[in-house]
């Protein structure tokens, strides 16, 4: 019987305004260097972009602070890259996003008025949460809870906030300023701080360990795979992605060839090695699959 395509975890990176895909189901630095894929080269709508995010259809989002007197905005583009809209309204500096499971999309504007700006899955204006000192970073959970990180050398390096983006609380350390934020496969908060260390929280604040080696140039968002394992742009220059397992030991690392300024993981599994194909909802899997199946049968006949 004929084998049908491996299906690939994808892991997309931004980098000189472009989007490629990396497949980290493979088991080596080389072999994940080697599926380097192009999603989105060349578009006017990726320029000086800093955030990427997916929505539980496939589709994403890519944060741009644009080019002198393009303005800003937030661009939504369908699972198989094609442009489809853009935000701009209270868009000054759009630095990170973030998508809920009800698909509203938050936005980490770091313009002249520093806000998170809410919006639903529309691309209405929800809401916003104002007058924010020097934030960095940002991260959401599935159920709309809201994490900022500050630029802070002491103190309340980041605030909580719930769905209704009210104030929860706030987490306080000794340690330097917050790098970046994201929400583990478990629902635990995951804070990159610059001195290279990652503090883990739970989801109301609670502290509970820290990973790292205390390397001041791994200074990112941390990003999880469907495995629980942990990636991190590496390096002073991050033109290098590592890759942690789920306890926080290092496995190893790849280079991407020059600067990038994001990453974040695709929400579905998709046929390899196309980043355009991508499988949209569990429906279309389950068909692929079927289809798979059946020629399985047909060879094997």
Known sequence: AAAGPALAELLYVIQNDNIYS?????????????????????????QASYGMAFDSTGSFYVSSMGSAGSGSWVAKFDAYGNYVSQITELMNGPLAVAVDSADNLYVLDVGPHPAVVKYTSAGAVYGSIANLPIPSSLAVSGAGDIYVGFYVDK?????????????????????????????????????????????????????LQQLG???????????????????????????????????????????????????????????????????????????????????????SA
């Open 155 to 207: 103190g309340d390096r980041i605030k909580m906030y719930g769905s209704d983006m009210m104030p929860t609380g706030t987490i306080s350390s000794d340690t330097n300023w917050v790098n970046g934020l994201a929400i583990g496969p478990s629902g635990n908060l995951y804070s990159v701080d610059s001195f290279g260390y990652i503090d883990v929280f739970t989801a109301t604040g609670g502290y």
């Open 22 to 46: 990396y497949d980290v189901s493979l088991g080596s630095a080389s072999a994940i260097a080697a599926s380097r894929q192009n999603v989105l080269v060349g578009s006017p709508y990726v």
């Open 213 to 299: 080696n205390g390397n001041p140039n791994d200074l990112t968002t941390p990003v999880f795979d469907s495995a629980g394992n942990l990636y991190l742009f590496t390096g002073s220059d991050s033109i290098s992605i590592a890759k942690f397992s789920a306890s926080g030991a290092y496995q190893f690392s790849w280079s991407v060839g020059t600067y990038a300024t994001a990453m974040t993981y695709g929400p579905v599994l998709v046929p390899a090695p196309s980043a355009y194909a991508m499988a949209i909802g569990g429906i279309v899997i389950v068909a692929w699959r079927s289809l798979r199946q059946r020629r399985r049968r047909d060879h």
